[in-house]
Each structure stands twice: as C-alpha cells, then as structure tokens.
C-alpha cells in the first residue's frame, strides 16, 4: 500500500575518504602586484592578511580515482599558457588525469599575478622565485591532505546572503549606452550560497566549505597591501566558530561585487568577508546532523493536530566521479598578438597601456584561430554536482542550471583550471561594458556554454 506520508527532508551528502591540508603562499613585500590600471604603484609595499593554499581530497572507501581540490588565494593567471605549464607540470608529478584536478583561484585582486616573470617590470625576480614557491605548496599540500585522509561524510545545505550586488550600471552621465563597473541600486543579484560541511565519524566537523558568487573587488588601487580581500577574513570568522579549516569556492560572479568596494581600507574586506561568514555560519547551523533525514513519524493531538518528524539514520551516496569534455566557442576579430604588443608599446597612458598588456597575453594564449575548446569540468560528489570552467560566467549560468536540476545542489564556479575572459549574455553584446570589451569570446558564448554544463551535468548524474 502507497503510504501518503509528505517526503522526507535530506540533505545531499557524499561518505568516503576525505583529507584536508593548508600551507602558507605569501609573498614577499616588494614583489611586482599591479592589478588595477588606475594604480600608482607596482609592487607590493605591506601585508594585510597571509595568503593560503588549502587542499580537499576525495576517494570512495573502496578505493578508485582521487579528486583533488584545490582553493588558492590567488587572482588569475596572465595567459592561459602560464597555466598550461603549471598544470602539466603538477598532474605529472601528482599523478592526476586532468578531470580528477580542479585548481580554484579565490580571485583576490591584492595579489601577485600568475605569470611568466618580466625583466622590464619592478619586483619580477620575486616573482619568479615565489611563482616556484607555489608550486611546490600545491605538491606539498596534496601529499598532506592524502595523509591526512579519514572516513567522513560531506553535506551540502543553500543559504542566502546579501554582500553581492550587480555592478553593471548604466552611466549616469551617458544613459544606457554604456554601462560602467560598480554597483547597481536597482540591480537583482543572485544571492545563492551553498555550504559543505564535513564531519568525522563522531560528527565533529573538520572543514567547511563555502561556494558564494562575489567579486573579491574590495580593494583597488589604492591599495597597496597583499591580501585575500573578503575571504580571508570569511575563513578567519568560520574558523574561529568551527575550529575547522574554511575553504572557499567562487561562484558564478561575473556581475557580481560588494555594493561598497574599490577602496584602500583593508577594514571594509574583513567586513565584508564577516558578513559572508555569518551568513555561512547560519545556514551551518541550519543542517541536519550527519548522517540523517528528516522524515515524517505521526500526528499528536494537541490544541491542534501537529506534524511530529524525527531525524533517522539513512544511507549515504559513495558516488564519486569526475569527466571533462569541451565547448568550441566563438572568438571576436581581435588584432593579433604582436599587433597588441605594439599598440602598447606606442601607448603613453598608464591605465590603457595595462589594458593593452592584458589583452595581448589573452590573445598569446587562445591563439589565432576563429574559436576556441573550452574546458568545462563536472564533478559527481555523492548527491551533489560541481561544475565549472576557467572564464567569468555571469550569474545567470548558476541560476540556469540549478533551474535546470532542482532536485540537485549544483555548485557552480568561476576561474578554475586557468583564467581568460568574461561570459556575458547574449543580449549585453550591444552595450559598451567591461565584460563584453575585455572578452575575447564572441556573442553566443555564455548560451553555449550554459548547454555543454547541462550535459555534463547530466553525464554526472546518470548511474
């Protein structure tokens, strides 16, 4: 007989071997850190928080492939080949398919930048040792957490918070033929977050993770100081409470920013990456113990017939799986790369002479050709999937696909395995705006890609 009970509530959780591993990758003051055209300075003059590599990794209990996440606070790599090299160079000596690496950047704009060392530019020769220096971290750091692997159970539970807002806003000036980057009062942010929680055998939680879609812009130009922005004071908040690591993961953000950003103050980061924390905490909170559902046990009849539900043990996913497939996307006529080399070379403005730097080395990386194979990586964690690629989507990708797959916590991210341009919507290519100029994908690009997601989320979930 068909009971009439109401479905009981569970979380989407994943039961296998999991390790946990950080390490400092601090670099040192005076090493080369321009990030923002308006910057007056090159190099990097204080500390403001200490940059960390934190390290998950994954496998069944009966054994099978290993899965190694990797939260870095790092900000992008220059070209694409800068990645390239790096990466090859980690899964050869960690022995890893490439679909079984997810290298996530927290996308800090305090930091050094990922790239190929510069004679011409001042604090290069730091930047060469420290570039070094975080590779043998990553190596140490996944060699660390596979020691430190233990039986334990993952559990996702979504939350909200309210830091990011839209920064496309049209121009006060000029109306809505151009539309500049900061923050937009009548915006309509996507205010997702989705907390993992990992728990040993006794249900003590040994590390957290937060997937949230928020541009860490806080400090700009004025700043001079290396720092995580917000995540490091999120991590620091989370762990004071926990006791437990705090990894972040960076979602969908490509219109997305805190509503007061580009200043100088480190004070306004830690702010914001509280406010995220507490946000993380209570939604922490919310979770079900480990291990359990929800389910529904009876009426009692009191001033009022009440709903009576009790938690009950109930088996957990083991599923683990990871695949990587690729989008051709289209590419915009752009000059080629020497022909960018020289319109910086003849520029005298400081600002537009970085733009310039920055897309001459996009265009190293992706080549001359008309389109480009984006990698897209998905992976199955017991009932939850995590998808994404090395570009900037907007936040309507995340919004699509957990439309797409209600009956699954998708984490979506950003900036993973590498970094090259911006995803907008197809209907913003006929707007002036960073995202589509900066870009060097082709109108069209975020929708096909928004398709290849689906199918390999699909291609995750089937049994």
């Known amino acids: 007989m068909q009971s009439n009970n109401p479905p009981d509530f569970r979380q989407p959780s994943f039961h296998g071997r999991i390790g946990i591993a950080r390490t400092d990758i601090t670099p040192p003051i005076g090493i080369y850190a321009r990030n923002w055209g308006a910057a007056k300075h090159d190099v990097a003059c204080t500390i403001h928080r200490h940059l960390t590599l934190s390290v998950l990794t994954l496998t069944a209990l009966n054994g099978g492939q290993l899965m190694v996440f990797v939260d870095a606070d790092l900000g992008w790599w220059k070209t694409p080949l800068t990645y390239k090299k790096f990466s090859a160079r980690l899964l050869e000596t960690l022995k890893l398919e490439p679909a079984n690496l997810i290298f996530a950047l927290s996308h800090t704009h305090a930091g050094p930048p990922l790239m190929d060392a510069d004679d011409s530019l001042p604090g290069s020769e730091l930047l060469r040792t420290w570039m070094e220096q975080v590779f043998e971290s990553t190596v140490f750091a996944v060699r660390q957490a596979l020691k430190n692997q233990i039986e334990a159970t993952l559990d996702w539970h979504t939350g909200r918070c309210s830091l ?6 049209p121009d006060p ?16 942010p996507d205010d997702t977050l989705i907390v993992g929680r990992i728990t040993d055998s006794s249900g003590r939680i040994v590390a957290t993770l937060t997937n949230y879609a928020c541009h860490p812009t806080t400090l700009a130009w004025e700043n001079t100081a290396i720092s995580p922005d917000y995540v490091g004071a999120m991590r620091e908040t989370m762990e004071q409470v926990t006791h437990a690591p705090a990894l972040f993961m960076l979602g969908a953000c490509g219109d997305l920013a805190p509503r007061y950003q580009y200043v100088g103050d480190p004070n306004i980061a830690d702010g914001h990456g509280r406010q995220l924390a507490f946000s993380a905490l209570s939604t922490l909170q919310g979770m079900e113990p480990p291990g359990t559902r929800l389910a529904f046990s009876g009426t009692v009849e009191s001033g009022a017939p009440l709903a009576v539900w009790k938690h009950e043990s109930r088996e957990l996913s083991q599923q683990l799986k990871a695949n990587q497939t690729t989008v051709d996307l289209p590419l915009k006529g752009w000059p080629s790369a020497d022909e960018l080399e020289q319109q910086r070379l003849a520029s005298t403005d400081r600002a537009l002479e970085e733009r310039l730097r920055r897309k001459r080395d996009i265009r190293l990386g992706i080549g001359d050709g008309s389109t480009f194979s984006l990698p897209i990586t998905a992976w199955r964690i017991g009932d939850a999937v995590l998808v994404g690629c090395c570009c900037e989507p907007y936040s309507v990708l995340q919004q699509e696909l957990r439309r797409r797959f209600p009956d699954h916590t998708v984490i979506c991210m950003n900036l993973i395995n590498g970094s090259i341009g911006y995803l907008p919507p197809a209907d913003l ?10 870009t060097p994908f082709d109108r069209g690009s975020l929708e096909l890609t928004l398709e290849t997601m689906t199918q390999a989320i699909r291609n995750a979930i089937a049994l």
């Open 173 to 188: 000036d000029l109306g809505k033929s151009r539309v500049i980057c900061g923050f937009h009062p009548g915006g309509e």
């Open 429 to 438: 290519y006929d707007t002036e705006v960073y995202p589509v100029w900066q």
């Open 164 to 169: 990011a807002t839209v920064r496309d806003l």
